[in-house]
């Protein structure tokens, strides 16, 4: 059964730009949740998408936002970047009922 | 609410000794929990989790962890280290399924020989 896959792997972006990152969870699995994770602020916890709908939300600004398509793929949008933006962004699929996180292996985001 | 903390962000080992890696958590219902271990450049791997029943969890790779509800905690220990431990461990809580967890500031295994 093929992994949580993230694409791209690696980004470089110019303050200012936006930027769409991509999740596409395990086959079946319907809730997907997206990580930030930086050294100095660890790993936090953005939003999470079940059946299309945002579920849970954390304390990031609106430039942040998701998406969660009808095949469970979900996309990460941040606008107007800054530098404090880099970092390793993270995402998670699980079942509902399995309480267990498969993660994809990040897509590290680098603005200059 | 709830919180995890990490005791130690650093941890170093000999190659064959002991490994514990300390979490204690705050939950205002039954908690489920996890840890998880990152290798560099990569997401993370879920090694073991607690959701109700034995207390003693086994995990992959010979890690095991125990809930201990009085403490608060749920401690991570492997009897025997390997090499091929050293990465970052991470251990977290969540009150429902594992859609919104909430992460440990993280512990670095280093394994010396």
């Known amino acids: 059964k093929a992994g949580v896959t993230q694409t791209p792997r690696y980004l470089i972006k110019t303050r200012g730009q936006q930027v769409t990152l991509s999740c596409s969870p395990i086959?079946?699995?319907?809730?997907v949740s997206w990580y930030q994770q930086t050294p100095g602020q660890g790993l936090q916890f953005l939003f999470e998408y079940f059946s299309e709908t945002q579920r849970n939300k954390g304390n990031f600004p609106g430039r942040f936002s998701g998406r969660q398509f009808s095949n469970s793929r979900s996309e990460m949008n941040v606008s107007t970047l800054e530098l404090g933006d880099s970092a390793l962004y993270l995402c998670?699929?699980?079942?509902?009922?399995?309480?267990?996180?498969?993660f994809g292996q990040g897509t590290r985001l680098t603005v200059v | 609410a709830q919180s995890v903390t990490q005791l130690g962000s650093h941890v170093s080992v000999s190659e064959g000794a002991l490994v514990l890696l300390r979490c204690n958590y705050s939950?205002?219902?039954?908690?489920?929990l996890f840890w998880y271990v990152q290798y560099p450049n990569q997401g993370l791997q879920l090694l073991l989790k607690?959701?109700?029943?034995?207390?003693l969890v086994k995990g992959i790779n010979g890690f095991e962890a125990e809930f201990k509800k009085s403490e608060t905690s749920f401690h991570l220990t492997k009897p025997s280290a390997h090499m091929s431990d050293a990465a970052e461990y991470f251990c977290a809580v969540s009150n429902t399924n594992a859609g919104k967890s909430t992460f440990g500031d993280g512990t670095t295994l280093t394994v010396k020989p």
């Open positions: 939950s205002s219902v039954p908690p489920y």
């Open positions: 998670a699929s699980s079942l509902e009922s399995q309480a267990e996180a498969f």
């Open positions: 607690y959701t109700t029943g034995a207390t």
């Open positions: 086959s079946g699995h319907r809730s």
